[in-house]
């Protein structure tokens, strides 16, 4: 990987990047546990497994100082009454964060930090969410279209999944008649 300045285009319509090194299909199949009604999901996963969403990287070597950026594109959907949504991580290098750039749809990003504080964010747009050091983060798309982002963060911070996948997010987002609903998630438990 040369170390020269680059660029890429967002196509402005769907805000694909013009190019990349990675497009990751996350399918239904990998989000075993993670949605609140599993008789739901057993009864979609068992339909079709479905792409939930996809992730399109700019890699660069995973050392201090280099940035990775991106788009991830969230497709509409719900398993029972909750949105499709991304796995959701915290950075393996805690102490490292990220910016989100909303390009398209709407939707909602539920993070909380390891203390257990908790916060949601609203994806509109034109909007810049900023996630800081220590907050695990997952995208939920709560509207009809696709919700497009572009992020950036660190090359070093990696991704540590085990931690959600084992006690899930303090917060869940559910549909109701009026509206997206934010609920405490009854089945959150101590990841230890
Ligand atoms: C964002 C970024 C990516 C991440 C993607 C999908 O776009 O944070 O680093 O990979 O979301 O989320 P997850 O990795 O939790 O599946
Ligand atoms: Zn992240």
């Not at 497709?75 to 991580?89: A, L, Q, W």
């Not at 390009?103 to 504080?117: A, F, I, K, R, S």
């Not at 994806?123 to 696709?146: C, E, F, L, M």
Request: hydrophobic content about 35%.
């Amino acid at each position: 990987m040369t170390n020269r300045p680059f660029n890429y285009d967002l196509d402005p319509s769907t805000g694909l990047p013009s190019r990349y090194d990675h497009h990751t299909l996350r399918k239904l199949s990998s989000m075993a546990g993670q949605f609140f009604d599993q008789a739901a999901y057993q009864q979609l996963l068992e339909q079709e497994d479905v792409v939930l969403y996809e992730v399109y990287e700019l890699s660069r070597p995973a050392v201090s100082g280099e940035l990775i950026s991106g788009i991830s594109v969230i497709h509409p959907g719900r398993v029972g009454d909750e949105f499709f949504m991304t796995k959701g991580h915290f950075h393996a290098l805690l102490e490292t964060a990220e910016v989100y750039v909303v390009l398209h749809g709407q939707g909602m990003m539920v993070m909380e930090n390891p203390e257990g504080d908790c916060s949601v964010e609203t994806y509109q747009p034109g909007r810049v969410i900023y996630v800081p050091p220590r907050w695990a983060h997952r995208s939920v798309n709560t509207g009809p279209d696709d919700l497009v982002f572009f992020w950036v963060y660190p090359a070093n911070a990696g991704h540590d999944y085990g931690t959600i996948e084992r006690q899930g997010f303090h917060k869940l987002v559910i549909a109701s008649t009026s509206g997206p609903q934010i609920l405490d998630n009854p089945r959150w438990k101590p990841a230890s």
